[in-house]
């Protein structure tokens, strides 16, 4: 991991990519972001903060993470496809590598309670799992409607010792517990770190959270090198809800521009059904979770509530990295429905015996067009593994 960046497309001086990011907050809410805002590089490339970071990556998350050359899928597909297997890390997906990083932070930041927000409970769980690591109180907000559809993810927070908090207004769902979450901040910013799980939100959190996952991205070269003799493949694919995968799994790519990099969106019942996710087909730029980006959003501005069959990719916009990638055409943005990602759940299953989650399975679902050749290398970030998924699969597919 290495703090010198140089690139058109990571964060300027000012927090933006392009005309997006900022930090667009509340007052009260200065002091907490300015102290990041100054601290958070010295901090994350302190050399014994990088050693912590980097063993526990190693022996509690189980990194490096393996890159798999997948040939049955490959041959279906006529190209040379490997998968990132951010299934295989602890707690199941990509998420804990930013909330080490984040908990890591706090501890240095002098911070003794951790909140977070989380919406289906992935990154509840990512984060309850740190705090019990390391002995931190902490408070998971969640919308009541969230809380009863993901009940499993409920209880995981709870017997890793986090209180989960319901938020009760609006539609009960992820906004509201990220307005509840800013809220709680707000009444407690000197003894309290707010763990976002994604790269959103206020600046420094996008940059600081591309920089914990480009472990990713940093791994993939050095693996692709040993088995290809080549860093840099083709293309690589990632699916997108706030970015964070794909963000990893792009970082060390951005600035070689022969590297495809392919984001893909949920599209629910279909781009123009209303029952969308596809973010940078729908969305205008506003402010949404204190940032300048993408989203989906009414004429008059209101945070239209997305739709997607994976929980992880049911957000209504993009962090600003992405917005940026999208504005500049330096990353391609495709989508898949609900229906092409269930399909790619049984292709994965039954050609390479691994079971994605849904959010993956639409980084798989659009293979067929991508324009790879046969002797072109893809590499596709598989975040995470299909376990918490499984009630989806009795109802839609056995
Ligand atoms: C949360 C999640 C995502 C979406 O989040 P990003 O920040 O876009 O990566 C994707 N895949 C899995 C498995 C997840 O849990």
């Given at each position: 991991m290495s703090e010198n960046i140089n690139s058109k497309y990571q964060v300027n001086e000012k927090g933006y990519y392009g005309q997006f990011g900022g930090a667009y907050i509340p007052e009260m809410l200065h002091p907490n972001i300015e102290e990041l805002q100054q601290k958070y590089l010295e901090i994350i490339y302190d050399e014994n903060f990088q050693k912590e970071f980097q063993q526990l990556?190693?022996?509690?998350?189980?990194?490096?993470?393996?890159?798999?050359?997948?040939?049955?899928?490959?041959?279906?597909?006529q190209t040379q496809i490997y998968l990132k297997r951010e299934d295989l890390c602890h707690t199941g997906a990509h998420k804990v590598n930013n909330t080490i990083g984040q908990i890591l932070l706090a501890k240095r930041l002098g911070k003794t309670r951790i909140i977070a927000e989380t919406g289906a409970g992935q990154h509840g769980v990512a984060t309850a799992t740190v705090c019990a690591l390391m002995n931190l109180p902490c408070v998971v907000y969640m919308g009541e409607v969230d809380i009863q559809r993901q009940a499993p993810n409920v209880k995981r927070m709870q017997l890793?010792?986090?209180?989960?908090?319901?938020?009760?207004?609006?539609?009960?769902?992820?906004?509201?517990?990220?307005n509840e979450a800013m809220r709680d901040w707000i009444a407690n910013p000197t003894d309290t770190h707010y763990i976002i799980g994604s790269v959103v939100g206020p600046h420094p959190f996008p940059?600081?959270?591309?920089?914990f996952q480009s472990v990713i991205s940093e791994e993939i070269k050095q693996q692709l090198n040993e088995k290809t003799g080549k860093e840099n493949p083709d293309f690589v694919v990632a699916c997108v809800g706030g970015g964070s995968n794909a963000a990893g799994a792009f970082y060390h790519f951005l600035d070689d521009e022969k590297v495809q990099l392919v984001a893909v969106e949920a599209a629910g019942h279909g781009v123009h059904s209303g029952k969308s996710a596809a973010t940078t087909q729908l969305g205008r730029i506003g402010v949404l979770h204190s940032?300048?980006?993408?989203?989906?959003?009414?004429?008059?501005g209101?945070?239209?509530?997305?739709?997607?069959?994976?929980?992880?990719?049911?957000?209504?916009?993009i962090g600003p990295m992405h917005a940026?990638?999208?504005?500049?055409?330096?990353?391609?943005?495709?989508s898949a429905t609900d229906d092409e990602a269930l399909k790619a759940v049984q292709l994965l299953a039954k050609l390479e015996g691994i079971i994605p989650a849904l959010e993956s399975a639409h980084a798989i679902a659009v293979l067929d067009r991508i324009g790879?050749?046969?002797n072109d290398v893809v590499v596709l970030n598989l975040s995470g593994r299909g376990d918490k998924d499984l009630d989806t699969y009795i109802r839609e597919i056995i």
């Open positions: 990556l190693k022996d509690y998350v189980g990194r490096p993470t393996p890159l798999y050359f997948a040939s049955r899928l490959s041959e279906k597909f890793l010792g986090a209180e989960v908090r319901p938020a009760t207004s609006g539609s009960k769902t992820l906004k509201d517990a990220t940059d600081m959270v591309a920089r940032s300048k980006t993408l989203f989906m959003q009414t004429e008059d209101q945070v239209v509530e997305p739709h997607s069959i994976s929980a992880g990719l049911d957000y209504p916009g940026n990638l999208f504005d500049t055409k330096r990353a391609h943005f495709l790879a050749k046969q």
